[in-house]
């Protein structure tokens, strides 16, 4: 079993920066893929970004590259989303999920979530 625990949420203005992190445990979670993923009411929840057990691979949305970093701490076992140049459009509640497959971009794709973290930004 693994369990995620999303911070670092918060209010900011536009154009200023976060770092979520997402601490996970479980005895093999350093071997888990892991994504950020973020949904607003009433949409659907989308892709942010991925990052390979060793840390070695990435992806990212489109709306994000140039903006957002995805990394892991040395343990692995944790998992952090900086995010520059924040726009209003990238408020929302960002979710923490971990995958015993590859780096996905696909919510269909992983097994375990976290509870969120509201991220605001403010124009």
């Known amino acids: 079993q693994v369990q995620l625990v999303e911070s670092g949420g918060g209010l900011v203005q536009a154009g200023g920066s976060l770092r979520l992190s997402c601490a996970a445990s479980?005895?093999?979670?350093?071997?888990?893929?892991m994504g950020w993923f973020r949904q607003t009411p009433g949409k659907d929840r989308e892709f942010v970004a991925a990052?390979?057990?060793?840390?070695?691979?990435?992806n990212f949305a489109d709306t994000v590259k140039g903006r957002f970093t995805i990394s892991r701490g040395n343990a692995k076992n944790t998992v952090y989303l900086q995010m520059n140049k924040l726009k209003p459009e990238d408020m929302a509640v960002y979710y923490c999920?971990?995958?015993?497959?590859?780096?996905?971009?696909?919510?269909?794709?992983?097994?375990?979530w976290g509870q969120g973290t509201q991220v605001t930004v403010s124009s």
């Open positions: 990052i390979s057990g060793s840390g070695g691979t990435t």
């Open positions: 999920a971990a995958t015993r497959g590859v780096v996905s971009g696909s919510r269909a794709d992983y097994d375990y």
């Open positions: 479980g005895r093999t979670v350093s071997r888990y893929a």
